[in-house]
Structures are given as structure tokens and as C-alpha cells.
């Protein structure tokens, strides 16, 4: 038996040792991530709130870390909490028609003052070294200035909303040239018109607005509410993830019979969302303002934890090329050491890509299958079947396996055949008969490992 001391040092050790594998394979995971995002542009979007309760702290150790990484950044805040508090000090009545504020004259005074101060209380948080953190002596460079071009809202149900106004133009050139300086862009909820009158926006029509106009790949809310939560009446809600266009629009719909609660933080940024994704956004992502670390949980976690609305679906079925071998040796080499799958030659597998297909979620490959035929005896081959742990319950197999089916079919094939060691069950209760090895195809039988001894099931087609 070990001394006692040296069990404390084993236990310490392979503590040590697990921690340096999680690390590794964290840092391997984020990989793909960074590489994607450098040189993209993001706009983060924020009200007020964020800088009243003093978490833009923590906002910033992000959004530093972010442009440490080579991401594009454009901020947008909002001012909604400061304006409310001055027109309250001045004992100023706030008026409303349709959710949109009556700016008048003393309001837009108000707006000016709120939105100034918020603007520069950001500006000073972003200049800071940030110091004991760890992005120490890295300030962000700010540049913010008159970006955004406004028109009046004019009169809406016979009200004149006088000064508030809505995004006319965003001068994305402007945006660009300081962004490729490696400042960070910070937008306002103000816009100018070309005589020199100012107009009180909203936030989410400025973020919205210069996301398409910058051509940015992502436009992130942060908001009250952990993302989009569909609440049945008398039931509690469920997060939606992943919502395309088409997706959101039905939901929105759906609000007009009232079946189904929508938090108001959604209800006003949803459909900024559909906008700007219908706009050229590539994603849009709703997420807590509250939860510590929330833009970098959304963005480079497989699951994200918030909602996110894209243009289309997140998953693609397609043919594999070689550009895919090392996406298809990162989904199956975790299976070839658990002996699952039979291990495969590097080269053999850039040779024969074209037998693969793979799935998609997201720009990663999560899932891949291969087509091997025997023209002579009208039989198809399935093999490495390989879906991603994290998406194993979401029906991807069965997409594979049908496509790969209807691929068979197509070239002659009479029916298809597989060899597992592990998956016999998953076969079974998808139509697959077990047979012997006599019955698979003459050059297939003279391939048999007979030390693996693989079960063998067949599935006319």
C-alpha cells in the first residue's frame, strides 16, 4: 500500500493532469472559433442599464478580449433608465404612442444630457488598463462621432412625435476606416439630419441599422431575459436556441392570438432581429446582461446560452471534400481509440472523401457518413456512421442514414449492408436484419477482420 504522502501527491497529480486535459481540450474546441471570427465584424448592443448597475465592468474585460482576438467591434447603447431619471428630476411627463417616445423640445434636452453622460461614462470605462485583469495595459481605442443620419418619425396616430427620429443613413465608410485602425466604434441612440437638427433614437434601430449597413456577421442584444422564452399560458417557458427568419416571423405572428407570452425585451428586439438578419446579418443573438461572461458563453460554446436567429437553417447535409478530412478526423478519432470504428489511413481517406458526406450545424462538422458500392452484386456499404457527442440526440444519424440510403438506391443498389461492433440495436430498430458473413459481397468478405468480429446487418432498399 502507498504512504500516505504519496497518495496526497498521486491524488494532486492526476488532479493536475485532468485539469491540463480539460484545458487543452477547451482550448481545442475554441480554436475553430477564433480563426472564424478575426477580421469580421460584431455589433454588441446594450441599454443603459448595463452601465447603471455597474456591470459594464465585466462587459469590457470581454469585449477587450474580443478585439484582442482580431474582431471588428461596434458598440451601440442605449440611455432608456438616465433619460427616465432626468425627465423625473426636471418633472417632465413622458408621453408615448405605439412604444415610441414624444421627444419634444425639453425631452430632447433631456436625451441629449442622458445620452452624452452615459457616452462618455463608457468611453472612460474603455480607456481604462483594466489592471489585475487579465487583458492588464490593453485600453481600447474609442472613436464615436456623428455616424448615423436621422429623419423624423413624423405624426403617428395624429400625434406629432417631433424629435424622435429613426436611422436614415449609417455612414459605413466612416464606421470602417476607424474599425481597420483597430479602434472600437461606439454608436449613440442620436441622429443627425443634414440641417443640423438632432433626433432621439432607439437602440435597437441603430443596432440594426449599422449591422446591415457595416455588413457585420453578428448583431448581439443584451437583455433582461436569458433569450427568446415561448410561455404557454399556465406553463413555464422553454428557451428557444435556434430560431431562422421564417421561425421568428411565425412566432411574432403567433402574439397577435396571444397563446404564447413573449418577454417585452424580446418583443421589441425580435423583430430588429428578423430585420437584420432579412438584411444580409449572418447571425443575430439574444443574450442575459446578467450572467457574467455571457458573450463569450454564447459565442464560443457549441450551444451557446442564449437564442440565436440566423437566415436559414444552421444545419447543411452535403458531399465532403478534401478540405473536410480534417473536420471528419476530429469527428472520428475519438471513436477509432475506443475501438468502435476501424482505424482509418490518413492518405486512404483523402483519396476516398468523395465516398463521405457530412452534416453540418453551424459552419462545423458535427456529423459524416461514407458510401462504399459493389456494383457487381448490387450492394451498398455503410460505413463510418460518426455523429458528434453533443449532437447525438438530435436526429442526425437517422438523416445521414437516409440520404446514404437514397444515395444507394440511385446507383443500382438492392440493399445495404454495415459492419458495428457497438450500434447493433440503433440498426435493428431502424429496419437492418443481422445476416452472416457469408452473405456480404465476395471483396468485402476477403476484408473481414475476423479479430474485430464486427456483427454484419443487411436492409433491402
Not at 450492394?379 to 463510418?384: K, P, R, Y
Request: aromatic share 6%.
Amino acid at each position: 500500500m502507498l504512504p500516505e504522502y504519496l497518495i496526497g501527491i498521486f491524488n494532486t497529480s492526476t488532479w493536475n493532469m485532468k485539469l491540463n486535459t480539460d484545458f487543452v481540450v477547451w482550448f481545442r474546441s475554441v480554436a475553430p472559433y477564433v480563426n472564424a471570427f478575426r477580421g469580421k465584424t460584431f455589433v454588441v448592443a446594450f441599454g443603459g442599464e448595463v452601465v447603471a448597475d455597474g456591470k459594464f465592468v465585466g462587459l469590457v474585460h470581454d469585449l477587450n478580449l474580443l478585439a484582442s482576438l482580431g474582431v471588428r467591434l461596434v458598440l451601440v447603447h442605449g440611455a432608456r433608465p438616465q433619460i427616465e431619471a432626468r425627465l423625473q428630476e426636471h418633472k417632465l411627463q413622458a408621453a408615448y404612442v405605439k412604444g415610441m417616445r414624444v421627444t419634444d423640445a425639453a425631452t430632447l434636452q433631456c436625451v441629449k444630457e442622458s445620452v452624452g453622460r452615459v457616452r462618455v461614462e463608457i468611453e472612460a470605462l474603455l480607456s481604462m488598463g483594466l489592471p489585475n485583469s487579465p487583458m492588464a495595459n490593453a485600453a481600447i481605442r474609442v472613436a464615436s462621432g456623428n455616424f448615423v443620419t436621422a429623419r423624423p418619425v413624423g405624426v403617428v396616430e395624429g400625434v406629432d412625435l417631433m424629435h424622435t427620429g429613426e436611422v436614415r443613413k449609417v455612414d459605413a465608410a466612416a464606421i470602417h476606416s476607424r474599425l481597420e485602425q483597430g479602434e472600437v466604434a461606439l454608436l449613440s441612440p442620436l441622429g443627425y439630419s443634414p440641417t443640423g437638427e438632432i433626433f432621439n433614437l432607439t437602440l435597437e434601430n441603430v443596432a440594426a441599422a449599422a449591422a446591415i449597413a457595416l455588413n457585420a456577421e453578428k448583431l448581439i442584444f443584451l437583455m433582461d431575459t436569458a433569450g427568446i422564452e415561448e410561455k404557454p399560458l399556465g406553463k413555464s417557458g422553454t428557451l428557444l436556441r435556434e430560431l431562422t427568419v421564417t421561425e421568428s416571423k411565425a412566432l411574432l405572428a403567433r402574439l397577435a392570438d396571444r397563446p404564447a407570452k413573449l418577454s417585452d425585451d424580446v418583443q421589441l428586439y425580435l423583430p430588429c432581429a428578423v430585420q437584420a438578419c432579412e438584411g444580409g446579418v449572418a447571425r443575430v443573438h439574444l443574450i442575459s446582461r446578467h450572467l457574467d461572461g455571457a458573450v463569450l458563453q454564447e459565442l464560443f460554446t457549441h450551444d451557446g446560452i442564449g437564442s440565436m436567429i440566423s437566415q436559414g437553417p444552421l444545419q447543411a447535409l452535403r458531399n465532403a471534400g478534401v478540405e473536410d478530412v480534417g473536420g471528419i478526423l476530429q469527428l472520428i478519432e475519438p471513436l477509432e481509440a475506443k475501438g468502435v470504428l476501424v482505424r482509418r489511413n490518413r492518405e486512404l481517406l483523402e483519396m476516398e472523401i468523395d465516398r463521405f458526406v457530412v452534416l453540418e450545424h453551424d459552419h462545423m462538422i458535427v456529423a459524416c457518413a461514407a458510401l462504399y458500392p459493389f456494383p457487381d452484386e448490387k450492394a451498398s456499404e455503410l460505413a463510418c456512421l460518426a455523429v458528434h457527442p453533443d449532437y447525438r440526440n438530435a436526429g442526425y444519424g437517422d438523416t445521414l442514414l437516409k440520404h446514404i440510403e437514397a444515395r444507394a438506391k440511385a446507383q443500382g443498389s438492392k440493399k445495404l449492408f454495415v459492419l458495428t461492433t457497438g450500434a447493433a440495436h440503433w440498426f435493428v430498430e431502424r429496419g437492418f436484419e443481422e445476416t452472416k458473413v457469408e452473405k456480404l459481397p465476395k471483396a468485402k468478405q476477403g476484408l473481414y477482420n475476423y479479430r474485430r468480429r464486427s456483427k454484419v446487418f443487411v436492409k433491402k432498399i
